[in-house]
């Protein structure tokens, strides 16, 4: 009899267990299915979206990637800003909102005409002086009341230079921010995910280029965290030399924080300090849109792949940050995903040189992408643009060129680098699934010593529940019998005063 009460436990117990593991698998697929997030992140307050949520909202818009205007700018006296086309605008307007939505702050901006109007007039000035400054001079012979609009569209606005187009810039330039000038700051990239940012407004003359960032400035939120990439991320919207950047909105001490990045589908780390990084590692408090942004670079890293996924971990902060990154495809793209522009990011010129051969491409096309890292700062000057010739050409026919040029330069040192890295990777694979044998091999070992121990502690789980239930019937019983005591003496004692 007793061998058949353990043999009864022991199956109630496989029965149970089989259950809770039906149950716990059937959790994880609708978290799949549903966009759960099953790995919680910790001391960041953004919305997340998941997969489907952004090739959702990124199918329902159009990122017309064109150029029109509806009033064409003339750059000679008597100066007209000119206007650019709703569609334009509105193709920038979605770029913008879409990340946002990644990065999981309001994505509701809307266009204000006061800012397009200061930041067309801006771009205005910035072309007829060849410039790309946010405090121009005032051109000769143009009025007051235009420079002035112009002024304040330059000084309060992100800027650019050598995008054929809005999509681009902010795209390729703007939400990058990984040249030498731009990288400690990521300013651009912090103005455009400004949680407080309800409206913006754009404009570009020839290759000059603005959008309006200071609506709400200082204003108070509930995001911080706010981290790009985002927790999801398209492949298509952060290349290999993009800087990592979360921003926390207090300030951040460079000398206490520390960052570790892990590359959960190898087990690959990198450590960023104040003491040792393993690449890039700035602390920036400045007010771009909001302070204490934390920004990395991981060396060794030439882009990112669908189903990576990254781990991140901070600490030295008010509170511990922890979040995942997980990249994926959109299986659609914009027309300017070829596209490396000048001025903001450090990319190629959209105009090509009038030049013989590959060599002297490559050189005048370094020199000048040079000089506008070297230029593109907030208190400097961009150069003359009359002063290189340029034969415009298709982006398709620039990138073909430059493409071609660099692999011929290149394609030896890339072999080699591929190589040695995917040595690397296949031995820290091969680490890895050892380490995953032996620790799977513990945990095996570690149940079946485990079972014999449940099964005692399910038995008496079940005993001591059968006397609680025994103790309950009884004092049920106890009680009842109490009452019916209780009211038969009322019952007699009310007759007695009845007869007397």
Same mark, same amino acid.
């Given at each position: ?5 353990k ?9 149970r ?12 697929m ?12 910790e ?5 997340? $979206?998941n997969?489907?949520?952004?090739k ?5 818009l159009?990122? +017309? ?34 990340? *946002?939505y ?11 005409e006061?800012?397009? *109007?200061?930041?067309?007039a ?8 060849? *410039?790309?400054? %946010?405090t121009?001079?005032?051109?000769a012979?143009?009025?007051?009341? &235009?420079?002035?609009?112009?002024f ?13 187009? &809005? ?7 703007w ?11 990521? =300013? %651009? ?13 754009f404009?570009?003359?020839?290759? +000059?280029?603005?959008?309006y960032?200071?609506?709400s ?14 927790q ?5 919207y ?18 206490? #924080? %520390? #960052?570790?990045?892990? &590359?959960?589908?190898t =087990?690959?780390?990198w450590?960023?300090?104040?003491? $040792? ?8 408090n ?22 990576? #996924?990254?781990? #991140? ?7 511990n ?5 997980k ?47 070297d ?6 000057d ?7 010739t340029?034969e ?7 990138t073909?060129?430059?493409?071609t ?14 190589? @040695? ?5 296949? @031995? ?12 799977v ?5 570690? +149940? ?33 019998t ?10 007699? +004692? ?7």
């Amino acid at each position: 009899m007793e061998q058949y009460g353990k043999k009864r436990i022991l199956c109630t117990f496989i029965k149970r267990k089989k259950i809770v593991i039906i149950w716990i698998a059937a959790l994880i697929m609708c978290g799949m299915q549903s966009g759960i997030v099953l790995y919680a992140s910790e001391g960041m307050n953004v919305e997340y $979206h998941n997969e489907g949520e952004i090739k959702a909202y990124y199918n329902s818009l159009r990122f +017309y990637d064109g150029v029109t205007y509806s009033q064409t700018p003339v750059t000679t006296s008597p100066y007209a800003p000119g206007r650019l086309s709703d569609e334009t605008m509105q193709g920038a307007l979605e770029t913008l909102n879409f990340i *946002r939505y990644v990065a999981g702050v309001p994505y509701g901006v809307t266009l204000n005409e006061e800012y397009v *109007r200061m930041v067309q007039a801006g771009t205005l000035i910035d072309a007829v002086n060849g *410039r790309m400054e %946010h405090t121009p001079t005032k051109p000769a012979g143009m009025s007051d009341d &235009l420079f002035q609009t112009g002024f304040a569209g330059t000084s309060s606005s992100n800027l650019g230079w050598g995008y054929p187009t &809005l999509v681009a810039t902010i795209k390729d330039g703007w939400v990058v921010d990984s040249d030498n000038y731009n990288i400690s700051i990521l =300013g %651009h990239r912090r103005w455009m995910l400004n949680p407080a940012m309800k409206m913006t407004g754009f404009g570009k003359t020839d290759y +000059y280029v603005a959008m309006y960032v200071f609506d709400s400035f200082g204003a108070a939120t509930d995001y911080y965290g706010i981290a790009w990439p985002a927790q999801v991320m398209p492949t298509s919207y952060f290349a290999g030399s993009s800087p990592w950047s979360i921003t926390m909105g207090y300030e951040v001490d460079y000398n206490s #924080v %520390h #960052v570790k990045l892990t &590359l959960v589908n190898t =087990g690959r780390t990198w450590s960023f300090s104040s003491t $040792h990084s393993d690449g890039d590692f700035y602390v920036d408090n400045q007010w771009y849109g909001m302070p204490g942004c934390i920004i990395f670079r991981p060396n060794g890293v030439s882009s990112y792949q669908p189903g990576d #996924v990254y781990l #991140v971990e901070m600490t030295g902060l008010r509170q511990n940050v922890s979040y995942e990154v997980k990249f994926f495809d959109l299986n659609s793209a914009t027309a300017s995903d070829s596209y490396s522009g000048t001025g903001v990011s450090s990319g190629q010129s959209y105009s090509t040189y009038e030049t013989e051969t590959p060599e002297q491409i490559m050189q005048v096309t370094e020199q000048t992408s040079q000089e506008y890292d070297d230029a593109y700062d907030y208190d400097e000057d961009a150069p003359n643009t009359e002063t290189v010739t340029t034969e415009t050409q298709t982006t398709a026919g620039v990138t073909e060129q430059i493409t071609t040029v660099a692999n011929e330069v290149t394609t030896q040192e890339d072999t080699t680098d591929s190589q @040695e890295e995917e040595k690397k990777e296949a @031995e820290t694979e091969e680490e890895t699934t050892k380490t995953k044998k032996i620790i799977v091999k513990s945990r095996i070992n570690y +149940y079946e010593t485990e079972d014999e121990e449940i099964e005692n502690e399910e038995n008496k789980k079940y005993q001591k529940t059968m006397r609680r239930v025994s103790d309950a019937a009884m004092a049920v019983a106890l009680l009842a019998t109490l009452t019916v005591g209780v009211m038969a003496g009322v019952s007699v +004692y009310r007759n007695k005063q009845e007869g007397e």
